[in-house]
């Protein structure tokens, strides 16, 4: 079964620093997503992605955060001068059709900032 | 008032038994309704999408009532299995941000 696989499993990182959290969507997928889900907290979306743009952001995706897609396969999220408070799960989404479709979620990337 | 709201539980039901979430929505163009099952420290995955006329999925059923902006999750016969956090997404026409509820934890005990 195909699926979504993201890198790390868990990151650690030190305040201020930069991260490149990467992700493989489904490859006949065309919709790609971050979300973030602070601990006990609910999931948050970050962004939207399709045809090599970003479709959709929220008010948390701001000038910290990129994404890009480098080639066919990764979507990567980049995050830089990181804060205590971007420490939570990110998860990578795809879906075949757009934002009203199913959504398949990567295993998550948890990252720490120390 | 917050744009996805759910009961966070928990819900603690023996096995066998019949239980119902809800979850209301502010934004009255809200156009897809999705159920997402969540267990601890992983990955949503989707359960069901929410159609206007219902739908059911085995011991699963959903329905959704725009007029007082609510969708429904009723789970029959439960499973020892079922136990996890019930989410309820919603997206908007337009934007189509996905938005999030913060979840029902379900726990179902032999």
């Known amino acids: 079964e195909p699926e979504v696989t993201q890198t790390p499993s868990h990151q650690v990182t030190q305040m201020g620093q930069e991260v490149i959290l990467r992700c493989v969507p489904i490859?006949?997928?065309?919709?790609f997503y971050w979300y973030r889900q602070i601990l006990g907290q609910k999931v948050e979306f970050l962004v939207s992605?399709?045809?090599?743009?970003?479709?959709?952001k929220s008010e948390i995706f701001d000038d910290q955060f990129s994404v890009e897609r480098p080639d066919g396969s990764n979507f990567t999220l980049k995050i830089r001068s990181t804060k205590l408070e971007d420490s939570a799960m990110y998860f990578c989404?795809?879906?075949?059709?757009?934002?009203?479709?199913?959504?398949?979620f990567g295993q998550g990337t948890r990252l720490t900032v120390v | 008032r917050k744009e996805v709201e759910q009961d966070p539980g928990p819900f603690n039901v023996p096995e066998g038994a019949t239980v119902a979430f809800n979850c209301t929505y502010s934004?009255?163009?809200?156009?897809?309704f999705f159920w997402y099952r969540q267990d601890c420290r992983k990955e949503p995955k989707l359960l069901m999408s929410?159609?206007?006329s219902g739908n059911e999925d085995g011991r699963f059923t959903a329905q959704l009532n725009r007029a007082s902006q609510y969708i429904s999750l009723l789970i029959r016969d439960s499973k020892l299995s079922d136990s996890a956090t019930y989410l309820c997404?919603?997206?908007?026409?337009?934007?189509?941000?996905?938005?999030f509820g913060r979840g029902t934890s379900l726990i179902v005990h032999p």
């Open positions: 989404a795809s879906s075949e059709t757009g934002p009203a479709t199913e959504a398949f």
């Open positions: 490859s006949n997928h065309l919709y």
């Open positions: 992605f399709y045809n090599n743009e970003i479709s959709e």
């Open positions: 934004n009255s163009a809200s156009q897809s």
């Open positions: 929410v159609y206007s």
């Open positions: 997404v919603v997206t908007t026409g337009g934007s189509y941000i996905p938005t």
